[in-house]
């Protein structure tokens, strides 16, 4: 094997590896960040009042109703109403940030 047997494997590898990250990050591109997300919920929540928690699944799951299927994130936050500690969990479409459902945990 010589030197331009090897650059040529090499270059050939380089490409292959730029082809595969770019089509895995298009695919990511499709979503709004878990961040974002949560920080949208958060902005909502802190309208009546403060927060004391909040955590968010980085990675997005598969969710179905009916025949619907998404894939969402699912995350929570936890506040203080008076004396009472309140915990409420959220499920967000991963592709839109569009929130589909809050509830009282």
């Avoid at 490409?15 to 949208?40: D, F, H, M, R, T």
């Avoid at 309208?47 to 894939?71: C, F, R, T, Y």
């Avoid at 991963?94 to 589909?100: E, H, L, S, Y």
């Amino acid at each position: 094997m010589n030197w331009k047997d090897a650059a040529l494997g090499a270059a050939v590898g380089l490409a292959a590896g730029v082809a595969i990250s770019q089509s895995a990050s298009a695919v990511q591109s499709n979503q709004v960040s878990a961040e974002k997300v949560l920080q949208n919920v958060k902005d909502q929540f802190k309208q009546d009042g403060p927060i004391d928690g909040s955590w968010i699944q980085m990675n997005p799951e598969d969710h179905q109703v009916l025949a619907v299927k998404n894939k969402v994130y699912r995350g929570g936050i936890s506040r203080h109403h008076g004396s009472e500690l309140e915990q409420f969990e959220f499920i967000a479409d991963a592709k839109t940030g569009t929130v589909m459902d809050v509830y009282k945990i």
